[in-house]
């Protein structure tokens, strides 16, 4: 279904929805409009779907990033670096709204633009005709790759991924201009669908004839546009004689991540002398340490741009990297194959699926403790590993589970473990999540969201959902409780009500979840009807598991018991974040910093997807210290979205932070006064800390700093 654009009453405007996503953009009018079909071909970038309105005015009851480009594609204002824009000459302008719906706006001069805390408007002198574009933010990959399952066919494949890339400037470090890479499944003969040609580019990338080589270097091999060869050694060369060597043994890994991330950076600081000017923090701190000119570098070619960015030391680079948003830990064997292009559509670091096995006896567990016994078993080569998650066995104190700690951690935001057992401080991602998002159909405009009770003692937990869900008023939400349901209803209720968001109270085990009248496997089921999830449920992460094998796009489960108190403050927690936007990734990374009982909850399925759009940018979280009546110190996290992925920008709607910050962020700590504090806390409900301790920050017009 195409992107529909609707006259609204009350208030007037246009509600654009894009149905795929279920996402809406709401716009007002001064008056009612009536939006009539429009050509998309004057449109400088590309739209799905125009429409002409009437008006003298456009007003966003939310802040974006806005840029104001003019006839020749050149930036001349932007909006979120000055509250007030005056554009005077009657000119025809473009202006681009990075939204939950890419937008874009055709115009003629003169107009305004104003930027209220959580607001922007556009306005024009009298009654005019405004063209709106809109662009989907969903993307599916041009077609799937099949490959022999051995070495050349991986590396030819690898070679393809660039085929996604739109452009080869600086800019693709943008998520818009990074495409998804094509699929890849495992077959007899190599085979490329029509469409599908390598992106030119005079950077290859030579590594030995292994899996794990292969697969360590295919995000590097995409975004450099870099064949793939097979060599001697690990190394990056350019068409006029450059080469970078990148390690061997455990610092390979290491040194293809350092440059992913260098290259990636660079692209972010150089592009800010291209179409998309920006008072950008990491340009500015990296200034005196750049060797090379950056406008002449914006345009080099990617292998005299490789060559100038290495020469910069990484620990110069390092402290400005943005917080990557992935680590994947893949076995160095064919099955991992066809995860590939959802990491390195995700820009994932690849890493091998190696870590320490341990033995847990998971009981009812305090603040403190995961809880049980622990005995050391040894390490785990995944790739010579074999089986799936270890569900151990039932003892007298509880259940005795077998997990993975991976070797490295603390990466990224997230580290999705594609290997055995079940992983400690790691997703666990599936084919099958990733696949189902590619098969997504309309869903309707409405989001769907189901709250099940079934145990009597957490009724609590549910009481405090009801103003959770569901209060954003630019939405349109269904919310629909049920309480107590039977093996049967629960089963009717999971297989046939198309529901966006699950967040199931109650208790389970791993061969089900309990109902009034015994337990419900979800194994059993041949399919759900359902998109992401919460089980808030003791030792739910098998029936999690099998949600995402049987439909549902990614959620949450639990690694062994809860304490009732514990579960529900989390589930309250949960339910906030994932109302304001949050991705699944971003919450559990919150959620496991208020408290140690947070790290007991897992991610399944894909842990980049989110429940709704967020409320405006990107969410954060505002970390305060400090008593003073005057100012306070301040410090910001800045979370990505599937519309505001690495690269994406992030600016500060305060005075005091005059830049923009790489997402995703973590930003310098600045001295904010404190009335201005105050009204930016006031007009947003993003979570705080104050001094450490966190606080939903969830009361709109007020703000406890106290």
């Known amino acids: 279904m195409d992107i529909a654009f609707r006259a609204t009453e009350e208030p007037p405007g246009v509600d654009i929805v894009d149905p795929i996503e279920q996402r809406h953009l709401r716009i007002q009018t001064g008056t009612p409009v009536d939006p009539a079909t429009a050509s998309t071909d004057a449109f400088r970038f590309p739209v799905d779907a125009a429409v002409d309105v009437q008006t003298d005015r456009l007003r966003f009851e939310q802040r974006e990033e806005v840029h104001v480009h003019d006839a020749d594609g050149d930036v001349v204002a932007e909006p979120q670096a000055d509250s007030h824009v005056e554009i005077d000459d009657d000119g025809q302008y473009e202006l681009g709204i990075h939204s939950s719906i890419q937008l874009y706006c055709r115009v003629d001069g003169p107009f305004t633009i104003d930027q209220g805390f959580d607001n922007f408007e556009i306005s024009f002198p009298a009654t005019t005709t405004v063209t709106i574009g809109a662009r989907t933010l969903h993307e599916r990959p041009a077609g799937t790759i099949v490959t022999t399952p051995d070495e050349r066919g991986l590396a030819d494949a690898i070679s393809l991924f660039s085929s996604a890339l739109k452009t080869t400037s600086p800019e693709r470090s943008f998520p818009t201009l990074r495409g998804h890479p094509p699929l890849v499944e495992l077959g007899d003969s190599f085979d490329v669908p029509d469409g599908i040609e390598p992106t030119t580019s005079d950077v290859t990338i030579e590594v030995p004839e292994s899996y794990r080589h292969l697969l360590t270097v295919a995000p590097l091999s995409y975004y450099l546009a870099a064949d793939v060869e097979f060599g001697a050694a690990p190394r990056l060369r350019t068409d006029d004689g450059f080469a970078l060597d990148l390690g061997t043994g455990r610092a390979f890994e290491d040194a293809v991540a350092r440059t992913l991330k260098q290259q990636f950076l660079l692209d972010c600081v150089v592009r800010t002398e291209g179409l998309f000017p920006t008072e950008l923090h990491e340009r500015n701190a990296l200034a005196d340490d ?27 680079v390092e402290p400005e990297l943005p917080r990557w948003p992935l680590t994947a830990h893949l076995p160095g064997d064919p099955d991992s194959i066809p995860f590939l292009p959802f990491v390195v559509g995700d820009m994932g670091v ?22 049980g016994t622990t005995d ?72 769907d969201i189901a709250v099940i009770c079934n145990d009597p003692h957490m009724i ?14 630019e939405l349109p939400y269904d919310v629909t409780t049920k309480f107590g349901l039977s093996t049967d209803a629960l089963a009717e209720f999971l297989v046939h009500e198309p529901v966006d968001f699950l967040h199931y109270i109650g208790h389970a085990e791993r061969d089900g979840l309990r109902c009034i009248d015994g337990k419900l496997d979800v194994r059993e089921l041949d399919a759900v009807n359902l998109q992401t999830f919460l089980l808030n449920a ?67 399925g894909d842990g980049s997807v989110d429940m709704v759009q967020s409320t405006g940018g990107s969410p954060l979280v505002s970390e305060i210290t400090g008593d003073g009546r005057f100012e306070r110190e301040v410090a910001f996290t800045v979370y990505p979205t599937n519309y505001n992925r690495l690269g994406s920008t992030a600016k500060m709607n305060l005075d005091s932070v005059t830049d923009a910050y790489v997402v995703p962020a973590e930003t310098d700590a600045y001295t904010i006064p404190y009335d201005e504090l105050r009204e930016f806390l006031a007009w947003m409900t993003y979570p705080v800390t104050v001094d450490g301790e966190w606080r939903l920050n969830d009361r709109f017009g007020k703000a406890d700093l106290d």
């Open 290 to 316: 750049i060797p090379f000119d950056l406008r002449d570098t914006y345009e080099a070619s990617i292998g005299e741009r490789l060559r100038r960015y290495a020469s910069v030391p990484y620990e110069v």
């Open 376 to 447: 050391a078993a040894g390490s785990v080569d995944a790739a010579a590993a074999n089986g799936g998650p270890d569900a151990g066995s039932e003892g007298g104190d509880g259940v005795s589970l077998t997990f993975v700690e991976p070797d490295h951690t603390g990466e990224s935001l997230e580290h999705a473990w594609f290997g055995d057992h079940i992983p400690q401080g790691a997703s666990m991602p599936t084919i099958a999540a990733f696949e189902n998002q590619l098969d997504r159909g309309d869903r309707g405009e409405s989001i």
């Open 350 to 371: 690849v890493r091998s699926a190696t870590g320490d096995v341990v033995t847990r006896t998971s009981t009812t567990t305090d603040a403190d403790s995961l809880g």
């Open 460 to 473: 609590d937990e549910q009481t405090s959902l009801e103003d959770a869900y569901g209060d954003r008023d």
């Open 538 to 604: 003791c030792q739910s992460q098998a029936q999690a598991m099998a949600l995402v094998e049987r439909g549902a796009f990614g959620g949450v489960g639990t690694l062994g018991d809860v304490v009732n108190d514990y579960a529900i403050e989390i589930g309250k927690l949960f339910a906030h974040l994932l109302n304001l936007g949050f991705p699944l990734r971003s919450a559990i990374d919150i959620v496991s910093k208020t408290s140690t009982i947070g790290q007991q909850y897992i991610v399944v």
